[in-house]
């Protein structure tokens, strides 16, 4: 067996490993637990799975290994049966489906791993891995057995996905999300009874939006909008309105951070007719979009008028969040919470140049973001914003230096930097060689925490 395992690593082209007869016996008598390296090679050599050998799996490989070709003289071992090509069996995900979960599940564990540098970005495989599960869940939208005890971990999970959107690392949380959106999608592709079907297609329009929230966070708005489409298709099979109006209200967040004001407001508009008078989560979320639109808006149209209209909207995102049912009132996610409500007022005010009550509203909301360091860093740019509007560019930068020193390098997104360098080009049309700008600028290009102390006044 030491033998077998080490041909395979030099098949690999990997340096010979450590394993002998002591380590070897320590792994069969439970005693070590073999790293998930060792563990792909031992389920090779004897040609099962995990579990047999006493172990929780899946394999690292994400294949099957008790299905194998041997091809003689192929091998330095005689007999060893071993082919990373695997003939399908009918538990084994097709090819396509199995490369884009190893490329996630890789992704996820040199992120697990802090020494391994991993960068926290969307590269070209992730991106594809991300567009092929989107692009054969609509597949399986469009073409459609699982039990019902299945169907509530599953349930469970997303609803523990929506729970760690607050506080988990976007690229990590996004690699869970969608290796549950495609064991979701394989059960989907053969026909459930409807009442399952039903919960599957629910199921698939959150997983989708939630994975189109993460990509915006994440900086991709095309990616988004995909994913969203895709959350629309699955829950236009569900027929729960408030579901298709929670969909097209996170969607239209995609046209408002990426600079059309106009599409968020009609996005904005159609979740609000979708909700029609049904209590839920997209009838606070709508209007608080149409008011940020309308803010955003308020520069080039009629100010007074669209400075009216951005505050009625509030007025019914205040009204309809307070019909919410508690559970949805909790809910940072799938729901509309509290603290959402206060921190969008604030980007509204923000954005009106009111920046008094935007003041009032954003202290608000800061203390009751405790646990969610991107809202946390929005807010204070927001903040900083006020500062600058009343004249004040050195306290804005103190303000932003502090958000922007607080903020872990796996957070550092494109999503929450843009604002970050807008800031920065503001302050230099107004005072280019400001004293402050130094400080901000090392922190605002390095990922690393700076003194924020003394930082120039205004």
């Not at 599953?154 to 996004?174: D, K, N």
């Not at 003041?359 to 500062?387: F, G, N, P, S, W």
């Not at 958000?403 to 796996?410: I, Q, T």
Request: glycine content about 8%.
């Amino acid at each position: 067996m030491i033998e077998q395992v080490r041909a395979l690593f030099d098949h690999d082209s990997k340096a010979v490993p450590g394993i002998g007869e002591t380590l070897l016996s320590a792994y069969e008598s439970g005693l070590k637990r073999p790293g998930p390296e060792y563990l792909h090679y031992l389920c090779i050599v004897y040609r099962v799975e995990p579990a047999a050998l006493g172990f929780d799996g899946p394999c690292i490989c994400g294949r099957g290994h008790r299905v194998t070709v041997v091809t003689q003289g192929e091998y330095p071992i005689g007999g060893c049966p071993y082919d990373h090509e695997l003939k399908l069996s009918p538990n084994i995900p097709e090819p396509e489906v199995q490369e884009d979960e190893n490329v996630l599940r890789r992704t996820l564990l040199n992120l697990l791993n802090k020494d391994s540098g991993t960068a926290n970005k969307l590269d070209a495989p992730i991106l594809g891995a991300s567009e092929g599960i989107r692009r054969r869940m609509d597949e399986t939208l469009v073409s459609a057995t699982v039990s019902a005890a299945m169907l509530d971990q599953w349930e469970e999970a997303t609803i523990a996905f929506g729970r760690q959107y607050a506080t988990t690392p976007p690229l990590r949380l996004l690699c869970d999300v969608l290796l549950e959106l495609s064991a979701v999608r394989t059960a989907m592709s053969r026909r459930q009874p409807i009442d399952l079907q039903e919960r599957l297609c629910r199921m698939a329009a959150q997983l989708s939006g939630l994975s189109g929230m993460i990509m915006i966070n994440l900086g991709d708005h095309r990616l988004a909008r995909s994913f969203f489409r895709t959350g629309r298709t699955a829950a236009d099979e569900t027929g729960d309105r408030a579901l298709r109006a929670w969909v097209t209200a996170r969607e239209s967040l995609v046209p408002l951070y990426y600079g059309d004001a106009r599409e968020a407001l009609n996005l904005a508009k159609k979740s609000r007719d979708l909700a029609g008078a049904t209590p839920c989560a997209a009838q606070a979320m709508a209007p608080v979009v149409e008011a940020r639109a309308l803010a955003m808006l308020s520069g080039t149209d009629s100010k007074k008028e669209v400075v009216d209209q951005a505050k009625r909207a509030l007025a019914k995102a205040r009204s309809a969040f307070s019909n919410l049912k508690d559970h949805e009132q909790d809910d940072l996610a799938f729901g509309y919470t509290e603290k959402q409500l206060y921190f969008y007022q604030g980007d509204v005010l923000t954005k009106l140049g009111q920046t008094i009550d935007a003041e009032v509203v954003l202290d608000q909301a800061l203390q009751k973001y405790e646990d969610h360091i991107l809202d946390q860093t929005l807010i204070r740019l927001d903040q900083a914003q006020c500062r600058l509007i009343d004249g004040e560019p050195g306290e804005a930068l103190n303000i932003a230096t502090k958000a922007l020193s607080l903020l872990g390098e796996e957070f550092r997104t494109d999503f929450i930097m843009r604002p970050a360098l807008q800031l920065e080009q503001q302050i230099m049309k107004l005072d280019p060689n400001h004293p402050g700008l130094d400080a901000y600028r090392a922190v605002l290009r390095r990922p690393k925490a700076v003194d924020v102390e003394g930082i120039g006044g205004a």
